[in-house]
């Protein structure tokens, strides 16, 4: 069952824009991950962060938790056309393999 | 990162008949693999969990006999569509885990004519 709510459910930004899409969860988790699915393909998993992290970097992605208010956040720097994608959040109980994705937040790049 | 091969990646089948949907870990062994539902514009629907050498386990509403599971190795899964209906048209994506982390297919658009 979805656990997730993203939002916005849709951005559209100028290339070089910064784009941040939210995530909010119920219960407690493991871990929390982000994903993005290109249209018509699978999931690409981008970044995990733990119940005990704030935050973490990989290139431009910048992923914030706040275990206290249930959220999430993904920052997509300086995006380009390729980024055009839809991206999901994905939280994982303890002890458990099961991932429960967010509805997703669909984010177009324009050149 | 894991690669994970799903074929085929699109299948067209008549009402009435079964469809085979493989999903592979190639470069890994997957205890554990998930089946998903994804309609359009939504987010993915968990069906089942696949694990190796045991039956796997349907979420809630999955209709284990129209969805047959097969974890027969650590490398693959495969999901059998039993007489497909046109509600059943929809995008399967399949997943290995690698604890925490998930690898995915690359889906396959399944068609009921």
């Known amino acids: 069952s979805q656990q997730g709510e993203e939002d916005p459910q849709a951005l559209s930004i100028q290339e070089g824009e910064n784009a941040t899409m939210n995530c909010s969860y119920k219960?407690?988790?493991?871990?929390l991950q982000w994903y993005r699915q290109n249209s018509g393909r699978g999931l690409v998993h981008l970044i995990l962060?733990?119940?005990?992290?704030r935050e973490k970097h990989s290139g431009r992605l910048r992923v914030t938790l706040d275990t206290s208010k249930k959220s999430s956040s993904l920052l997509i720097t300086a995006s380009r056309a390729a980024d055009t994608a839809s991206y999901f959040c994905?939280?994982?109980?303890?002890?458990?393999?099961?991932?429960?994705f967010g509805a997703g937040t669909t984010v177009t790049v324009r050149a | 990162g894991a690669v994970v091969s799903q074929h085929p990646s699109w299948v067209i089948c008549k009402s009435g008949t079964s469809v085979k949907i493989e999903c592979r870990s190639l470069d890994f062994q997957a205890t554990t693999m998930f089946w998903y539902r994804q309609f359009p514009k939504q987010s993915l629907m968990l069906m089942a969990t696949s694990n190796e050498g045991s039956k796997a386990t349907y979420e809630q509403g999955v209709e284990k006999d129209k969805f047959l599971i097969n974890h027969a190795s650590l490398t693959l899964s495969t999901l059998t569509v039993t007489s497909a209906h046109p509600e059943d048209s929809s995008f399967y994506i399949c997943s290995a885990s690698r604890f925490p982390e998930a690898f995915f297919g690359q889906g396959t658009r399944l068609t009921v004519v």
């Open positions: 994905a939280t994982q109980l303890i002890n458990d393999y099961k991932l429960s």
């Open positions: 962060i733990r119940s005990n992290e």
């Open positions: 219960t407690s988790i493991n871990n």
